[in-house]
């Protein structure tokens, strides 16, 4: 079945870039998101790419999508505390169903 | 515009007894999900409709787990009785439509904790 891997977690400091990585291994993967969670909340879509795209930007955040390998990352410029939270990357293989990966908890140290 | 409803925000009962779940998906919305978050974990599928019909709800426990949309609009999740292991969260999320392009919004979800 469908797989999704991410690191459990990433310690940044304020201003600095994060880079939250993520695999998957269903290659018919048709969109590609990034959601984030705060404590005790639902998840918050924040971006998506559709698989043909190698690249999507949107404010502080950039999308990269290397399709060959499967893999996907999602970068935050100037990294601010309000950042930390945990970031799900999540794939569409047939239909609608999302698959999720385990999360990336984003620390944001001052 | 609101976003998905969910009700109640905290649910802590014992076990064996049964607890229900409500979701109101944002307005217009024909497709409507439920997610199960464990601890440390990603949400899992347990059942999607499209209008009142369930359409996928093959990773739903049916010996203990019920789902309704009767009208095609708010839906009940529900489980009868529970176990210490359904300790988690309950997310509803909800699409316009069924397609892979069609963007899922999560509501704030129900954190269940069975004693």
């Known amino acids: 079945g469908e797989d999704v891997e991410q690191s459990l977690f990433l310690s940044v400091r304020e201003g600095d870039s994060s880079v939250i990585n993520c695999t998957y291994t269903?290659?018919?993967?048709?969109?590609l998101y990034w959601y984030k969670q705060e404590p005790g909340a639902g998840l918050q879509l924040l971006t998506y790419i559709f698989s043909n795209m190698d690249m999507k930007q949107d404010q502080r955040l950039t999308v990269l999508l290397n399709k060959k390998d499967k893999h996907l990352s999602l970068r935050i410029a100037d990294t601010q505390t309000g950042d930390s939270a945990i970031y799900f990357c999540a794939e569409t293989g047939g239909g609608n169903k999302l698959t999720f990966g385990t999360g990336t908890q984003l620390k944001v140290e001052l | 515009e609101a976003g998905v409803v969910q009700s109640p925000r905290y649910k802590i009962i014992e076990k064996k007894q049964p607890v229900a779940f409500w979701c109101n998906p944002i307005?217009?919305?024909?497709?409507l999900y439920w997610y199960l978050q464990n601890l440390g974990q990603g949400p899992e599928l347990l059942i999607r409709?499209?209008?009142?019909?369930?359409?996928?709800d093959s990773q739903l426990p049916k010996d203990r787990f019920s789902a309704e949309r009767l009208k095609g609009v708010d839906s009940t999740l529900k489980i009868q009785p529970a176990e210490l292991g359904d300790s988690a969260v309950y997310l509803c999320a909800s699409s316009l439509g069924a397609g892979s392009q069609e963007t899922q919004y999560f509501g704030p979800g129900t954190r269940l904790l069975v004693l």
């Open positions: 269903d290659s018919s993967s048709t969109y």
């Open positions: 409709y499209e209008n009142e019909e369930a359409v996928d």
């Open positions: 307005s217009g919305h024909n497709t």
